[in-house]
């Protein structure tokens, strides 16, 4: 039986371990698609579960990674077969399920999409969920009737993942985008990216007023609690805010006086369970509508090797944009 390398996180008396270890099929959960994993990426949630920053991992040991793309080398499942290029994002993996930080995963074909006609798998890891939840939330705020000549739109977390796919997703749509980041010094990256204004998160991460001045349309916000709460004070009769993260906080300390007194909208986004055909729509988006010119600004590639330390890197809130793990 074939070895390959696996990141395994083991539970200890003191915390948790990571490391590269050898593992077989014989080492992989059931599922009725096995992939040869070519490409994954670093998320948030990765993040947090390399470092054991929050309780992310619900099962001992655990091969986080909870995107991959790659190749199918067996297949039961009558959607899938030999030598198909296929997407993963969510369904647990990395959490519940072995996940993408290793050579192979098992995984029910289910969880499966095609990889979109278009794009790489690199491409599709460039994009990882981050980026899939950036285009659940624009499809939501659409789904909502809001267009780009209704007003401006806030993008929080803007230096991050989904902040960055978000602001290039929404700028080729015509919209005017306000990103909103702690990292001044990232205000040239962002308008690269398509971002007209670039403001401190400072002007929204403190205690909000039940109304505030309006300023936006809609808003895509991966940050929550005071964050959130301001975003929807400000935002104008009739907007929406799409909320998808919460990288301050998962609470929500506000009033109902946005919603009963302006008809604001919370429109709340989840990638990890999402019905797979608003997924294929999702990706069908993102494969017609991001900017290859635009996704290579916002994407770096690390090896195998360096996933750790880019997980304490995405943690600690230095990572730019969205990073490429080259697991193959």
Not at 224 to 237: C, D, E, K, V
């Amino acid at each position: 039986m074939s070895m390959f390398k696996a990141l395994v996180v083991r539970k200890t008396e003191t915390g948790q371990s990571v490391a590269v270890e050898q593992w077989t099929d014989a080492d992989l959960m059931e599922g009725d698609v096995t992939l040869r994993v070519s490409h994954s990426t670093v998320n948030y949630k990765d993040g947090l579960a390399l470092t054991g920053k929050a309780p992310v991992i619900r099962r001992w040991p655990m091969v986080p990674g909870i995107d991959a793309a790659g190749i199918v080398e067996t297949s039961s499942h009558p959607d899938f077969r030999f030598g198909d290029a296929v997407v993963l994002n969510g369904w647990g993996t990395g959490e519940t399920h072995l996940g993408a930080y290793a050579q192979k995963t098992r995984v029910k074909g289910d969880w499966l999409v095609p990889l979109p006609a278009g794009l790489t798998a690199a491409e599709a890891m460039a994009i990882g969920t981050a980026g899939y939840t950036a285009m659940l939330s624009v499809l939501a705020l659409e789904r909502h009737g809001l267009k780009p000549s209704d007003g401006p739109i806030v993008v929080t977390g803007a230096a991050g993942g989904v902040g960055s796919v978000a602001i290039a997703l929404l700028a080729a749509a015509g919209w005017h985008v306000i990103a909103s980041t702690g990292r001044g010094a990232e205000a040239d990256y962002l308008k690269a990216l398509g971002a007209a204004e670039v403001i401190d998160r400072a002007e929204l991460s403190g205690p909000a007023r039940p109304l505030a001045k309006e300023r936006w349309i809609a808003g895509v916000d991966s940050v929550g609690s005071h964050t959130l709460a301001n975003l929807l004070a400000m935002t104008r009769y009739g907007g929406a805010i799409a909320a998808c993260g919460l990288a301050q906080g998962m609470d929500l300390p506000s009033s109902v006086a946005p919603f009963i007194l302006r008809g604001v909208s919370l429109l709340g986004i989840d990638s990890v369970m999402c019905p797979k055909p608003r997924r294929l729509e999702a990706w069908a988006r993102l494969a017609r509508d991001l900017d290859k010119g635009r996704l290579a600004v916002l994407t770096s590639t690390i090896g195998f090797e360096a996933l750790p330390e880019t997980a304490a890197a995405i943690m600690a809130g230095t990572v730019r944009g969205r990073v490429v793990v080259a697991i193959g």
